[in-house]
């Protein structure tokens, strides 16, 4: 009974979704323009060849050298080059160049004459992350040149190369990179910002399907389809946006996994049924909004307001842990957050269910959060005086 | 209040009618007015804190020895990390590593000084995550800071051993030094770098979904004036784009002048460069906003159809992340919306405090779009008049 209930409201709910053109763009259409959207910005994963000015004050073999040194390692192309540092300001305030490489008068003079001398970097705080790539390989490449100095000079004093290397680099460091060993920004980019999106389209496409029905009025037929069982309307509603975006979720892990080439170093069945959670506890959240709303554009105001905000605290731009305490508290607040952490340990560092099954429960909570507005949505779409808010 | 009974038929009049239509629409004043508020407020307490400090990390010291002991301290010390944890061997590391306790994990295996001192290399290995690069890029600066230092003194120290002066011992094994220099925002403030940008990006956002709301109900009331010539067309739009811009103009200063120093967001630019920047931009978007606006049927659908847009619209002005990560054609593509121009523009006046001649080639895409959209919502609601779409 219960289930032919659920049955003959999912299929009046998919013949509206057939019907609306509104209803099948968000759940099928603009995911899918998202997807491709995110895919397409995020395939190459690497950022390289920022565009870099210098002001070479001493134009010699040695920082000509220097400089294609720097001009060859895979995140910086020297494109520019200035007269003095303010010519090269203008260039990084027009945002021509990222920075701006500074070598002084003397540098050679300095370097033959045995005087520690020193390469400057001006690096715009306004763009971290290009500023971030472009440091790492200035440096590296400064300390590839004056090792390469150091060498020559050991070599003319009689050192043996060997000697020479421990001499130069006393400590190795060597890392282990955990995750996403390739340091490979798409990986660590596209996941979560796919996730947000089908956040933003799970959230509107269940208020939309709950708060249609009070603001065309229709809220009694939608019950009697369900055989006035409140639990059989609400399941048979929800069911073709879980359906559609677990469809969407496996798309965009289809592209992760698949088109982009990520390794899934853990169990793709419990980053499956993390998803599933994931996107029940978003449905929740949102047939909570729009009963205590009971308006259909009030609740898509908030409940798109809530989906949007969650990636900021998801922590993928900057991490959780380093916000204040009261921002780290909201973070709580949404799935996203739980599932993005479930995502990093299945398919980065491939750990079992047991080290985040609190990921899952907390996700799980989420859906409580239905049967405490329940009163109040039977309420709702009985009563027609919530009926009809544009 | 009615609001057919006010007169339309002026340029004071459609003003007011628009504030109307936004004063009686709920739904509309919370995106048109306060959803700029709220959401800058929001964000600059998520990024407030600015930089990633005290990671907690994991130390493995094998060596147990006067330098490893240093090399440990300075990583207590961090200031971007914080030794939490002090396992007996690799094995419990990596645990502590997979539960979340800490972010990396510092390996310094036995041996460590005796090598030193013997003048052979020394090894020490990081364990780093990945998954999170602001995390990576904190604990592997100050893990190779604090490395690189202590292996530089015992080197010298060793030099010296062997009648090396010091100055020299220095030059010998490090001549040319890298040196570098942050600007406009020195300490690298999360914060600092993306609120310019989402400022902007939640300013045409909201005006987008906002006036298409208004539209909608617009054409649903039928409130068009009865003459309908091209000048009186004309006029209306421009008197609708000066209401928005009015109020998003107080909007942003009351961001500018609260929240900015609040959170100690940097604020180099001029005033009076970054107003004529953001005017120019506002009356862009408003306009890309009322040419959507004819667009739509049902006034919940702007919201449904066009909210999903804001992140990657963030993205396509590729400042946030950086442009040449992505296909230059899909960032061609994406200078058709005015936050693009107005984001780069606006992080080089109002962070950096550039002079509109810097960044003019942003100011003239955006005086172009200004136009065409002004030109395109002209044409959308004469067509509209023409068709009678607008009367219900």
């Not at chain 1, 329940?374 to 027609?384: A, E, I, K, P």
């Amino acid at each position: 009974m219960f289930v032919r209930s659920v049955l003959s409201v999912f299929k009046r709910e998919l013949r509206e979704v057939a019907k609306s053109r509104l209803y099948l763009a968000v759940l099928v259409l603009l995911p899918l323009v998202m997807l491709s959207l995110f895919t397409v910005m995020f395939y190459r994963g690497t950022i390289d060849e920022l565009p870099i000015t210098v002001v070479d004050n001493d134009r010699t073999p040695m920082s000509r050298q220097l400089c294609s040194m720097i001009d060859a390692t895979p995140g910086v192309e020297i494109a520019f080059s200035a007269q003095s540092i303010g010519d090269a300001e203008r260039q990084l305030l027009s945002s021509e160049a990222l920075a701006v490489l500074y070598i002084k008068r003397g540098f050679e003079s300095d370097i033959y004459a045995g005087i520690p001398t020193k390469v400057e970097c001006y690096l715009p705080g306004t763009n971290i992350s290009a500023s971030g790539v472009i440091e790492r390989d200035i440096q590296q490449a400064v300390l590839t040149f004056s090792s390469g100095v150091a060498l020559n000079r050991m070599a003319a004093m009689g050192i043996g190369h060997s000697q020479a290397m421990v001499n130069i680099m006393p400590i190795k460091i060597l890392t282990n990179t955990i995750g996403n060993p390739y340091i490979n920004y798409g990986y660590y980019l596209a996941p979560v910002f796919m996730f947000m999106g089908v956040v933003i389209f799970i959230v509107v496409s269940t208020v939309y399907a709950f708060g249609r029905e009070l603001r065309y009025a229709t809220a009694r037929e939608w019950l009697s389809t369900a055989n006035d069982s409140l639990a059989a309307a609400v399941v048979g509603k929800m069911l073709p946006t879980t359906i559609a975006m677990v469809i969407n979720l496996q798309l965009a892990m289809l592209v992760i996994f698949v088109v982009m080439g990520m390794e899934c170093a853990g169990s793709y069945l419990e980053l499956s049924l993390g998803s599933l959670i994931f996107i029940i506890a978003y449905q929740s959240v949102a047939i909570a909004i729009v009963t205590l709303t009971s308006n259909l554009r009030l609740g898509l105001s908030i409940g798109g307001g809530y989906a949007v905000m969650a990636f900021t605290f998801s922590g993928v731009t900057f991490p959780v842990m380093a916000m204040y305490d009261v921002a780290q508290w909201f973070s709580k607040l949404f799935p996203l957050t739980y599932f993005s952490n479930i995502f990093v340990d299945k398919a980065m560092l491939g750990v079992g269910i047991s080290y985040d099954i609190g990921d899952y429960l907390a996700m799980t909570v989420f859906v409580l959060l239905v049967p405490l507005v329940w009163r109040r949505l039977s309420r709702v779409v009985g009563d027609s005086k919530y009926w009809c808010r544009d | 209040m009615n609001l057919k009974s006010i007169n339309s038929d002026s340029f004071l009049g459609v003003a007011i009618v628009e504030i109307r239509m936004v004063l009686t629409d709920g739904g509309a004043m919370l995106i048109l007015l306060f959803a700029m508020l709220i959401y800058t407020t929001i964000y600059s307490i998520a990024y407030g804190r600015e930089v990633v400090e005290c990671v907690d990390i994991a130390v493995v010291d094998e060596d147990n020895t006067q330098t490893s002991r240093r090399i440990v301290s300075g990583l207590r010390s961090g200031p971007n990390t914080s030794v939490v944890y002090n396992p007996v061997d690799m094995n419990s590391a990596k645990d502590l590593y997979l539960r979340r306790k800490v972010h990396a994990v510092v390996y310094i295996p036995e041996g460590l000084e005796r090598n030193l001192i013997a003048g052979k290399q020394a090894n020490i290995a990081l364990m780093l995550d990945g998954s999170h690069l602001l995390v990576y890029r904190q604990v592997l600066e100050q893990a190779t800071k604090d490395i690189l230092l202590q292996g530089a003194e015992v080197e010298v120290m060793r030099l010296v051993a062997n009648d090396v002066d010091a100055a020299a011992a220095l030059s010998i094994a490090s001549p040319v030094s890298y040196d570098g220099h942050v600007l406009y925002n020195p300490s690298l403030g999360y914060g600092s770098f993306v609120m310019p940008s989402v400022v902007v990006v939640i300013i045409q956002q909201t005006l987008v979904i906002g006036l298409a709301m208004v539209g909608v109900r617009r054409r649903n009331l039928g409130l068009y004036p009865k003459a309908n010539s091209l000048l009186i067309t004309t006029r209306n739009v421009i008197a609708k784009i000066l209401v928005y811009v009015v109020i998003y103009s107080v909007n942003l200063t009351i961001v500018l002048l609260t929240i900015w120093p609040l959170f100690g967001f940097p604020n180099a630019g001029k005033p009076i460069a970054i107003a004529i920047l953001m005017l120019i931009y506002m009356v862009a978007a408003t306009a890309l906003g009322l040419t959507l606006s004819h667009l739509f049927t049902r006034r919940e659908a702007p919201l449904m159809l066009l909210l999903w847009s804001s992140v990657p619209i963030l993205l396509l002005a590729g400042v946030s992340y950086p442009h040449e990560a992505f296909p230059e054609w899909l960032y061609t593509i994406g200078r058709i919306f005015p936050s693009s121009s107005a984001v780069s523009a606006f992080v080089m006046v109002g962070t950096a405090g550039a002079s509109l001649w810097d960044v003019r080639s942003d100011i003239l895409q955006l005086l172009l779009l200004a136009v065409i959209y002004t030109v395109c919502a002209i044409a959308a609601e004469k067509y509209c008049l023409m068709r009678k779409n607008c009367h219900k």
